[in-house]
């Protein structure tokens, strides 16, 4: 086994221990908007042609609310939010929709939002519902894992700048 593979090995180990998954509530908000504003930063790297709008805090809190009354995990380790997930349910179109994924920088690769999406995935099975999909910048390397999970692109969102 090569190093970086078994340094892997240990760190999921490790996590195995400490790590849970639990849905989100609002005392998590705090966390949550720490998250949210490094997940920010790192999304203006890869965006393409996307406007970007300045809210409040107030208004991220909102929000957020709206996710907690959607579909909404945390992943916990050691009592801090290591990432999340939300998803929202078409009961009329019977299709789960992954809204939001996140995991920080150093706790990525350990299978983290794998687990997520597939917690997700059991509530959409668990209803019956005929597919999940998401949206995802082209730029975005997440692009590949979603292609492991057997996400295939169904079509391109286009968007021309206006003055
Ligand atoms: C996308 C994201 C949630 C994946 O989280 P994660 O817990 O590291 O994912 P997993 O450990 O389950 O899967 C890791 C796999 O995804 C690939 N991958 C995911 N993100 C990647 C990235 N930014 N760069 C390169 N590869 C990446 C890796 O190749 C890895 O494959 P491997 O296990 O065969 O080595 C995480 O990278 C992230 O939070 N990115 C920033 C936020 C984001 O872009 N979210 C998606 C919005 S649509």
């Known amino acids: 086994m090569s190093g970086k593979k078994k340094q892997k090995t240990k760190k ?3 996590l195995g221990r400490s790590l849970i998954f639990r849905k989100g509530n609002i005392t998590d908000f705090e966390e949550y908007y720490g ?8 999304y203006k790297k ?6 970007f709008f300045k809210f409040s805090k107030r208004q991220i809190k909102d929000e957020f609310c709206d996710k907690l009354k959607n579909y909404f995990v945390v992943a916990e380790f050691n009592g801090k939010i290591t990432g999340y997930i939300e998803g929202i ?20 690769n ?14 959409v099975q668990k209803r019956k519902y005929k597919q999940a999909d ?11 894992l ?3 999970w057997g996400f295939k692109i169904a079509k391109y969102r286009m968007v021309k700048k206006l003055r």
């Open 134 to 144: 998401l949206d995802v910048n082209v730029k975005n390397p997440a692009v590949n």
């Open 110 to 123: 350990l299978s983290i939002a794998t687990k997520m999406k597939n917690i997700f995935l059991k509530e």
């Open 35 to 42: 998250l949210y504003k490094i997940f920010e930063k790192e």
């Open 46 to 51: 890869i965006s393409i042609c996307e406007i």
């Open 12 to 14: 999921r180990a490790t």
């Open 89 to 108: 349910f078409y009961d009329k179109y019977k299709r789960g929709y992954i809204a939001d994924l996140f995991v920080l920088k150093k706790f990525r």
């Open 146 to 148: 979603y292609k492991k």
